[in-house]
């Protein structure tokens, strides 16, 4: 019977908390919510659009779309290189956000495809946005995250290496001394005051500014420059003594000259020739017009306010705070044929800040890099005295060994621990 009362105490006790309970809910139920109690959040429209553009970004549909927009577009950039040659189908298929079309001789273009950076781009953001939103960093996804940093940073070392990189050449004869390489498909108008027996003050107009036809103005220069015409591919040929054609200009070469247009050029081994008819306009009206092109070798001079100036339109020069000079260029052949074995240059390296004076043999596979920069043995002259050498400068040229090694490290961590898992769950007890 003691134990009985408990039970049925404790049993009371129970029914009567639970009905307190109750009471209490159906209080609280007419009573105001306390301070402490937590209200849900609210999608605010902003949120809600937010969140659709992730999911969009994120989406494997678009990863679908934009992978196939790029085979169409390596396709179709391969097939214009045909026509359009191998740089000018780069720039305008895989170096711009557009592929641009517009009918023959007009000057209007309309946007009709889109371009290798703006599907890059997207496709970079969609593995970026795919990846924070669906992949949490565990242990067992360590292998997936290797790889796909090492896409993104596939991705964007080639979007580094196609705004940061340059190409240029330096040309040198033996015996011969630079400090400066050209950029051969890329024009540039000096403008050089040589009345300083010790320094030359140089302005340089590139090829971009030319192409407007426009009035020129520079703060070193005491003069403008009116471009009347310019050509991107050209023939400079001597004006013969019974032609009615017009000279090409006023003063210098051009006026015993003409000039004409030719078509632009697309094999790899050939580059276009650039040319413009130039006026000087001083404060007391025109200095005559001047014919600058790449075909003219004399340098052409004039005089104004007593200081002489030299015009010349040369490949645009990339100076460098170190010269190079050529003291013996090899062309090597396998023993009784004509078949090349080795190509080297000899050259000297001096850097008058640092006080660098040293001889360096550049050859096939072994170039010299320097200050940035990666010299090639590119080709050399025909009479076997003089060399080409192709300079690189190209600040993320490591961005691909690096993506490549986190990729294959990616791989082996994931399959290596599939593989332990599964080499454990098959050893016997």
């Not at 429209?45 to 992730?54: E, G, H, N, V, W």
């Not at 779309?65 to 720039?91: C, D």
């Not at 009479?383 to 961005?399: A, E, F, K, R, Y």
Request: proline residues 5%; positive net charge.
């Amino acid at each position: 019977m003691k134990a009985r009362t408990r039970t049925d105490s404790a049993t009371v006790v129970v029914e009567a908390s639970a009905q307190r309970s109750k009471g209490n809910h159906h209080a609280g139920a007419n009573s105001r919510p306390s301070g402490n109690t937590e209200r849900e959040p609210v999608n605010t429209p902003l949120d809600s659009a937010l969140d659709k553009l992730i999911s969009f970004f994120a989406s494997l549909r678009l990863t679908v779309v934009l992978l196939a927009l790029g085979i169409i577009l390596v396709f179709w950039g391969t097939l214009a290189q045909v026509e359009l040659g191998l740089f000018k189908a780069q720039n305008e298929f895989f170096r711009s956000f557009f592929v641009y079309w517009g009918p023959k001789g007009a000057s209007w273009k309309i946007p009709v495809f889109p371009a290798g950076y703006l599907v890059g781009g997207l496709l970079l953001i969609n593995l970026v946005t795919a990846h924070v939103k669906k992949f949490k960093f565990t242990r067992k996804k360590a292998g997936i995250w290797l790889v796909h940093f090492g896409i993104i940073l596939l991705l964007l070392g080639q979007l580094l290496t196609d705004v940061l990189s340059r190409e240029s050449v330096l040309h040198l004869r033996e015996g011969e001394a630079k400090n400066y390489s050209e950029i051969e498909r890329d024009a540039e108008l000096a403008v050089v005051d040589v009345t300083d027996a010790n320094s030359d003050k140089v302005v340089a107009i590139p090829q971009s500014v030319l192409m407007h036809r426009k009035e020129i103005e520079h703060p070193e220069m005491p003069f403008k420059i009116r471009v009347k015409d310019y050509f991107a591919n050209s023939f400079v040929d001597n004006r013969a003594a019974d032609t009615l054609e017009p000279p090409a200009s006023t003063q210098g070469i051009g006026a015993r000259a003409i000039v004409r247009e030719v078509p632009r050029v697309t094999q790899m081994e050939k580059r276009d020739v650039p040319s413009a008819v130039i006026e000087l306009l001083g404060p007391q009206g025109s200095m005559g017009s001047w014919l600058v092109s790449e075909y003219i070798d004399p340098v052409q001079s004039f005089t104004f306010n007593n200081r002489t100036y030299e015009l010349a339109l040369r490949p645009r020069r990339v100076y460098k705070p170190y010269s190079i000079q050529l003291h013996k260029f090899s062309h090597d052949l396998y023993a009784g044929t004509d078949t090349p074995k080795n190509f080297s240059s000899r050259v000297t390296l001096q850097r008058p800040d640092t006080g660098e004076n040293r001889e360096v043999l550049i050859y096939m596979n072994n170039p010299l890099r320097y200050a940035g920069e990666t010299y090639y043995q590119a080709s050399f002259d025909r009479d076997d005295h003089g060399t080409v050498l192709q300079v690189v400068h190209n600040p993320s040229w490591l961005t691909p060994y690096f993506s490549c090694v986190l990729v294959a490290a990616g791989l082996l961590v994931q399959f290596g621990m599939h593989l332990f898992g599964f080499a454990r769950k098959r050893r016997p007890a």
